[in-house]
């Protein structure tokens, strides 16, 4: 379930999709992803797909945490932002490069299993926020770098405001079913829009997405 043959053999199929940041490679490989799914799930731990976590959650397939981590361009000392932890094993991803990760799930039962993960597994520059990531966290902002594990409508504006100078917000923006990933860069007080890839997600519900009733509806 732990076996580095798996975990090498995960980088190299990441590689031959097109991953070639060797930074976001390097903390993948290090990352033991099997102790962030539910045990009955571990021999599935290392293919690239989603996977089940409580609650209709779910872990990102390796490939699109990949992708999401090599869109933000993290550079070591960099404040991320994430919104919807799960398991916690982006965050861990990120943590491994960047300097310092603030990450907000609103499940309060995923909240405290993905802190006691991280804490257990060494990572003391991640912290797990219980609440509204559609909020963001005003308090700690600007960031350097805002990750949206989960599907909006629309890009949420306070995350648009907590953008620092260069900043990179990557967030799935779409319908509940289908979505594009979008990479937005904050340059002076303009912001620049990219399209990364089509992709599939659960909804993000907050006050600035897709509401709990609407999710329930769907």
């Keep these: 379930m732990g076996d580095i043959t798996e975990q090498r053999k995960m980088i190299e199929l990441l590689e031959r999709r097109g991953i070639r940041d060797?930074?976001?490679?390097?903390?993948?490989?290090?990352?033991?992803?099997h102790l962030f799914v539910p045990?009955?799930?571990?021999?599935?731990?290392y293919h690239d797909c989603a996977l089940p976590l409580a609650n209709g959650q779910t872990i990102s397939q390796p490939y699109i945490v990949a992708l999401m981590a090599e869109a933000l361009q993290i550079a070591?000392?960099?404040?991320?932002?994430?919104?919807g932890a799960g398991s916690g094993y982006a965050a861990a991803v990120l943590a491994e490069i960047a300097g310092q990760v603030f990450s907000i799930e609103r499940d309060p039962d995923l909240a405290v299993s993905a802190a006691e993960r991280l804490h257990q597994l060494g990572y003391r520059n991640v912290e797990i926020i219980e609440g509204d990531g559609t909020l963001g966290l005003p308090a700690y902002a600007p960031f350097d770098g805002i990750i949206v594990s989960a599907a909006s409508p629309w890009v949420p504006a306070p995350l648009?405001?907590?953008?620092?100078?260069?900043?990179?917000?990557?967030?799935?923006?779409?319908?509940?079913?289908?979505?594009?990933?979008?990479r937005l860069t904050r340059a002076d007080d303009r912001m620049r829009s990219e399209r990364l890839c089509d992709?599939?997600?659960?909804?993000?519900?907050?006050?600035?997405?897709?509401?709990?009733?609407?999710?329930?509806?769907?």
Excluded: C, K, Y
């Excluded at 060797?22 to 033991?32: G, I, K, N, S, T």
């Excluded at 648009?160 to 799935?172: F, N």
């Design 76 to 83: 070591p000392g960099d404040r991320l932002l994430e919104v």
């Design 199 to 218: 992709v599939r997600f659960v909804p993000l519900v907050g006050g600035h997405a897709w509401g709990h009733d609407e999710v329930l509806d769907s």
């Design 160 to 182: 648009r405001e907590q953008l620092g100078a260069g900043g990179r917000l990557v967030i799935p923006v779409g319908g509940r079913n289908e979505q594009v990933l979008l």
């Design 39 to 45: 045990p009955e799930e571990r021999t599935r731990a």
């Design 22 to 33: 060797q930074r976001v490679l390097e903390a993948m490989l290090r990352v033991p992803r």
